[in-house]
């Protein structure tokens, strides 16, 4: 079974404030995603990764980095935390590869979220 | 632009069937995916719809058109369990997703 696991179930920080949410995953995916989800407005991609070191901006990178050191960890970076970043941050990989065949339509695997708080 | 529409809740009756539709303008489309997620945890795969036509799973089924843009899930034989939300995802090319606002459904005894 694919495991995607992230850093907190719950954070709540004050405004200005460096956050590090975190995501590993174990089953050796080459494609990671950062989303965050509020109501009504479904999942939204912030930061995707295809590679070590590879990054690329989603929908919504304002006020996000990233970064992907080694293959199993992608990490999502707020520099200063604001009351607007407060929402659901959703991590999930999918391969590229599997059985030595390109399968770029696979599903993602979602890491259990991160409930964010900013005061 | 981009966009996917679904109802925003339903209710149903357990034993019962629902069908969920959804609706997408893409620049680009692979194929449909929905997934369930139920309150406070991470959304999990039901199917993914390539071709056009309905594919069978068990109690759920998912149906496309890729000519209307459309697409449904339905659910048969309904259980309390089923009580979620289930999204409606575009693969809109490459490895990029887009999803839908979800539709929360309600299933009562």
């Known amino acids: 079974d694919v495991k995607v696991t992230q850093s907190s179930r719950y954070l709540v920080k004050r405004t200005g404030e460096k956050v590090f949410l975190e995501c590993v995953q174990d089953?050796?995916?080459?494609?990671m995603f950062w989303y965050r989800q509020d109501p009504g407005l479904g999942l939204r991609l912030i930061y995707f990764s295809y590679d070590v070191k590879m990054k690329e901006k989603g929908d919504i990178p304002e006020g996000y980095s990233v970064s992907r050191e080694k293959k199993e960890r992608f990490s999502l970076i707020l520099e200063s935390a604001s009351t607007n970043q407060t929402s659901m941050y959703l991590c999930?990989?999918?391969?590229?590869?599997?059985?030595?065949?390109?399968?770029?339509?696979?599903?993602?695997?979602f890491g259990p979220g991160t409930r964010l708080t900013v005061l | 632009g981009q966009n996917i529409d679904q109802p925003t809740e339903m209710t149903a009756t357990e034993g019962a069937i629902v069908q969920i539709n959804c609706t997408y303008q893409t620049s680009g489309f692979n194929g449909l995916f929905w997934y369930q997620q139920h309150a406070g945890e991470a959304p999990t795969f039901l199917s993914y719809?390539?071709?056009?036509g309905l594919e069978e799973k068990g109690r759920f089924s998912s149906f496309l058109s890729r000519s209307k843009g459309y697409s449904y899930l339905l659910l048969k034989e309904l259980q309390m369990k089923d009580s979620a939300s289930y999204l409606c995802?575009?693969?809109?090319?490459?490895?990029?997703?887009?999803f839908g606002a979800g539709t929360r459904l309600f299933v009562k005894a």
């Open positions: 089953m050796d995916h080459e494609n």
């Open positions: 995802a575009a693969n809109t090319g490459g490895f990029k997703t887009i």
């Open positions: 999930a990989s999918r391969p590229t590869i599997s059985g030595g065949i390109e399968i770029s339509t696979d599903t993602q695997y």
């Open positions: 719809n390539v071709l056009d």
